[in-house]
């Protein structure tokens, strides 16, 4: 078979496996993916594709073989470093295949700030093998990096606060921050972030401010109101906190009735209402309103909270 007859056969059976992709028939795409292979056997895209199909189906390990053929031969495709850094994260590996990968990516794309945005959240969300623990100051210098590259993106100056505020930089945090929501005012996820700065530093008004623009720019956040309650409680407008806390457990219980699945007694949601149940039955404790505090005190326990039992050991005796 002729070189231009067997490269244009191996795309229609690649155009054919993405048709079927595009219906869910993922066997039937591999048959034609294999088909493809076969007639062109350095066909990277069709690696690119078998990876991806077996992603849809669960099958990360194969996703990763696939993609490291893909690799070997189309060596400078981006997408398919991306693509298996990405599954080398979810499922753990060591974090040099996770490195490598984001790297040579980096490599072909030098002047893509985003590119070290994702090598900053990876440093962020894995170990250092010599400190073993999260490894924010490489995570905050990839985002340095980006940001003299492109300097007009607000996100990367939050991401940086984000990861300084973690490694406990907080005056270098608020500055980060306020060069973001000076940037782009509007964002409440920024706002949330400065509440947080300011509630770690003791300057509790300044991060009631904050977290009520928060919520003013969006007033259906759990975290913003169970967030706006605990800063209350440490101002002891104990009133105010349990109001907060009612609204936060009000959108939870939305939340689990619009849930098309059932929420186990260890779902984020259900360890949210418990916590925020504990934190409701203080400020009534502290409301002078013991009675209805341990009323929340006991739900929580119900639901399987065991911190419940020394609130109610202490409060309700």
């Known amino acids: 078979m002729q070189k231009s007859n067997a490269q244009e056969l191996s795309l229609a059976h690649y155009v054919t496996a993405k048709e079927y992709v595009k219906k869910g028939n993922l066997d039937l795409a591999l048959i034609e993916l294999d088909s493809a292979i076969k007639i062109a056997p350095n066909f990277g895209k069709g690696y690119g594709l078998k990876g991806e199909i077996y992603e849809l189906k669960n099958e990360d390990r194969k996703a990763i073989g696939q993609y490291s053929l893909a690799i070997l031969h189309s060596p400078n495709k981006a997408n398919f470093y991306l693509k298996r850094a990405s599954l080398h994260f979810k499922l753990k590996d060591h974090r040099d295949y996770l490195l490598n990968d984001i790297n040579k990516v980096i490599r072909l794309e030098p002047e893509n700030a985003d590119l070290l945005e994702l090598k900053a959240f990876y440093y962020a969300h894995t170990f250092n093998p010599n400190s073993l623990k999260r490894d924010y100051k490489n995570a905050i210098s990839e985002l340095d990096k980006a940001i003299l590259l492109n300097p007009a993106k607000a996100n990367y100056f939050y991401s940086r606060s984000d990861y300084k505020l973690k490694d406990e930089q907080n005056l270098s945090s608020l500055l ?47 975290v913003y109101f169970q967030f706006r309650g605990n800063i209350y409680y440490n101002l002891k407008r104990y009133n105010q906190a349990y109001e907060s806390f009612s609204i936060t457990t009000n959108l939870i219980f939305n939340k689990i009735a619009q849930s098309k699945t059932k929420v186990s007694v260890n779902s984020p949601l259900n360890l949210t209402l418990r916590q925020t ?8 404790v502290h409301s002078n309103k013991p009675y209805d505090g341990c009323d929340d005190f006991n739900r929580a326990l119900k639901m399987g909270e065991s911190k419940a039992k020394n609130y109610i050991k202490q409060y309700c005796n």
Do not use: T
């Open 176 to 222: 980060d921050v306020n060069k973001a929501i000076e940037m782009e005012d509007s964002n409440a996820s920024y706002y949330y972030q400065r509440a947080r700065i300011r509630f770690v530093m003791s300057d509790f008004r300044s991060s009631l401010n904050d977290i009520n623009q928060a919520i003013a720019l969006e007033g259906n956040s759990i």
């Open 277 to 284: 149940l504990l934190l409701r039955g203080m400020s009534l």
